[in-house]
């Protein structure tokens, strides 16, 4: 059975699907130091029906490795602008990177790499992130070989455990929680936004 | 002198006006278990040119607040969806309260508080937040006194400390770091996307 939120994110989704960024959203991490961090990245579908993950990708090279080895405990803040509604998303996340031993998450990242755009796959080969910038030919290649993924390409999958859903639109706004205790069937609470 | 990013947001602000949410940006801070918490606030300008500190509103009764008492350093996710930039802005949070003994700063609140719409100012005497929901009678309530704030209507201040602009369009991506060492004099770096 789908939980109970699902449908509301998938939704969103739908109504909202005119608008790119509507696929993009904020995922908070914490540093090893303690600190926050924030970025905007791209919704790459559900991973699946059970879990309900949600996936996205990211770079070996990315600071925010380190972060999620030093806290799997992500939250990500999904505002739809056009139906204005935010889904805060609080979950584990799990990096599936070259050497992952499982075959279907293996399968998964071969998939999403191949469903990419050349100029997506493209920025896997480009110079290391957050280096001083190297000069503009560095970034002028062809694009990597569609079929296989770069050693570097990763899956990030977030299995959520609470979701807190804030519809704006309503008088009075609308506020839901969903939260997935340890026997794992979701719990419903309206509470004030 | 005005911080070197300063520019570069307000000409972001300025051309992405014609959307009300590119005033919403997302706000990651710490809470006391050391897990991440984002969501979305609204910008409500800047409090001024020395310390170019961001300023916002918060509910007394919010749990962020219990976030910043733990962890003030927090990192703001900024997207702007038309002209494709993000700005990641971390700093330090000052919480601005009816009891602060800052002249200027209590100003600053009864000032913030005028400008906002009766029904911006109508959400500080709703029920407590994250409370089991209450009747929608509730909710149907006269406008506070638009003159004085109300106790639990705070101003919420980010001092940046760092800044990191992501902008999209250009080809090459460009990215670059804005950070302010202790000298307190602002040091550019680019670097790569």
Redesign the interface.
Known sequence: MLAPWRSLLSSAIHRNRS?P?SR?F?????TPE???????VVFRGFLDDEQNRLKTITDSRSTKIQDIEY?S?????W?F?KTRE?F?I?GSLQLVTVTDADDSLQQARKTTWQNLSDSARS?FA?????????D?SA?EIDPPDADTPLDNFCLLLLTPKKIDHLQLRSN?QQ?CWYILPSDQTWIT?????
């Not at 303690?34 to 905007?40: D, E, I, Q, S």
């Not at 480009?126 to 190297?134: C, K, R, T, V």
């Not at 609470?189 to 936004?193: A, R, S, Y």
Request: proline share 13%.
């Open positions: 608008k960024h993009y904020q995922l908070a991490t914490v303690g600190y926050p961090a924030n970025r905007t806290q405990l992500a939250e990500v803040c505002y602008t935010q805060r609080t920025q480009w110079p290391n992130p957050a280096q001083p910038a190297a503009k970034f009075p506020r609470q309206q509470v004030n936004p």
